[in-house]
C-alpha cells in the first residue's frame, strides 16, 4: 500500500501562526479574516472570508497570505 511521506519541515503558513480570526491580506483578493484551519504541514487550509470576493478556501502551503 503506497503512503505519502510524512512532511520533513513545517510550511511558512505555520511559522506565521495563523490562527481563526486572523486578519490576512491576499495579492489578488485583498483583506480577509480567517474563518477556519485544518490539516496540518502541507496540507494545512484555511478558509477566509474576503470583503470584495467572498469565501475562499486556499492551500496555505501556496496561497500568498500576509497575516496583518
Same mark, same amino acid.
Given at each position: 500500500?503506497?503512503?505519502?511521506? *510524512? *512532511?520533513?519541515?513545517?510550511?511558512?503558513?505555520?511559522?506565521?501562526?495563523?490562527?481563526?480570526?486572523?486578519?490576512?491580506?491576499? *495579492?489578488?483578493?485583498?483583506?480577509?479574516?480567517?474563518?477556519?484551519?485544518?490539516?496540518?504541514?502541507?496540507?494545512?487550509?484555511?478558509?477566509?472570508?474576503?470583503?470584495?470576493?467572498?469565501?475562499?478556501?486556499?492551500?496555505?502551503?501556496? *496561497?500568498?497570505?500576509?497575516?496583518?
Amino acid at each position: 500500500m503506497w503512503q505519502r511521506p *510524512a *512532511a520533513a519541515t513545517t510550511t511558512g503558513a505555520q511559522l506565521m501562526g495563523l490562527r481563526v480570526g486572523d486578519d490576512v491580506r491576499h *495579492a489578488k483578493w485583498g483583506e480577509g479574516v480567517v474563518l477556519d484551519l485544518s490539516g496540518q504541514g502541507d496540507d494545512l487550509q484555511a478558509t477566509v472570508r474576503f470583503r470584495d470576493e467572498g469565501e475562499k478556501h486556499l492551500l496555505l502551503a501556496w *496561497a500568498p497570505l500576509e497575516k496583518i
